[in-house]
């Protein structure tokens, strides 16, 4: 299709290079339009290499061809991405000073708007009127993400990713109405990696898990509108971007953090292999092999079980936890005594979680792998889900379900 690509002059104009190349790779025919302020963030070379088309911002190049009346009528969706405030006033008014809003002016097909801007003018009864007034022309105007923003500050105002916004146009495109990102202002707690319980100050019990799959969770949240938090214990894999990590190292940091981060999540996604048991005793200097000594003896104990844990405190919360969703992961190779979804059903009652993801594992199944293949169960009684494919899939899918299971919530 014919796109129409408006470039609003905010910082987020640099991202906005990435999109455009979604749709490029999609097949789609994009026209930039940057304003002028745009162009001192992303020179007009960047969009015409990267588009194919040339790029203008005034309605006096290319006369003969009338673009401040063709390409808004010719264009079958337009995008603004960066939306800044500056840009949401004049489109909502009705301005007509450049090619950017002449083109808004004459847009037939569906137009998305994409707001990036300092959270307090995000949030300015002004640019909310705008917003509004926007809207109830029948404009689609995401909700900012919320997150770290140009300085140091954070809150709401982030240009949503890329992939988001393509999501949501494409959505827009199709006709849906629910093209808001579907964990927009939702902020989603996901604990990944593997834990580590120290013998000494140089051993320690380990596991496999790699963290790609809490990796990949904290991508597709992130993707999906969400204040994502990473808890990291171990992982072979870097934290993504645009995410807030909280590092830890043993199940007893873990179970800290997660009770500090609880209560304003409201998802929260134990994805962490934990160590069920730590060594009893941890010594402070390394421990020494003797010739005369016996084989030494580790002695265990039990790790508070930390998805449990949250389910009870959410449950003793009242009214506030309702809303809050639960999720575990479970790691189940079945056996002589039941098989894979019957251990993993009697381990979603147990924990009391809202949903559950089960991974059928073996030796060379999931751990570190890029694919995989899970069942999503669910306490709220809808059928066993199955998803597989790479653990981006994967958790584009677990991320979606969550969506829904957040809209039945707040039905109830
Ligand atoms: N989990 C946890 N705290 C622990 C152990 C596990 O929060 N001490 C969480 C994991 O993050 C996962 C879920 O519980 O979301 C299931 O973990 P799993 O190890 O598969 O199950 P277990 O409860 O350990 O049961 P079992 O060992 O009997 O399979």
Known sequence: MRIVLGVGGGIAAYKVASLLRLFTEAGHNVTVIPTEAATRFVGTATWEALSGNPVSNSVFDGVHQVNHVRLGHEADLVVIAPATADLLARAATGQAGDLLTNTLLMAHGPVLFAPAMHTEMWQHPATQANVETLRSRGAAVLEPATGRLTG???????????EAIFDAAIALVQGQTDFQLPLAGRTVTISAGGTREPLDPVRFLGNRSSGKQGVALAVAARNAGATVRLLAAHMEVPPPPGVE???VETALQLREAALATAGDSDVFIMSAAVADFRPAVVSDTKIKKRDDSADPVITLVRNPDILQELVEVRNAAGPSGQHRL????????GDSQGDVLAYAEAKLQRKGCDLLVVNHVGSDKVFGQDTNSVVILSRSGSGPQEASGTKAEVSAAIISRIGDELNHLALN
């Open 152 to 162: 140091a500050d954070s809150g709401p105002g982030r240009l949503p990713e890329p």
């Open 245 to 247: 990590v909280v590092p």
């Open 326 to 333: 639960i999720v575990g992961f479970a790691a189940e190779t």
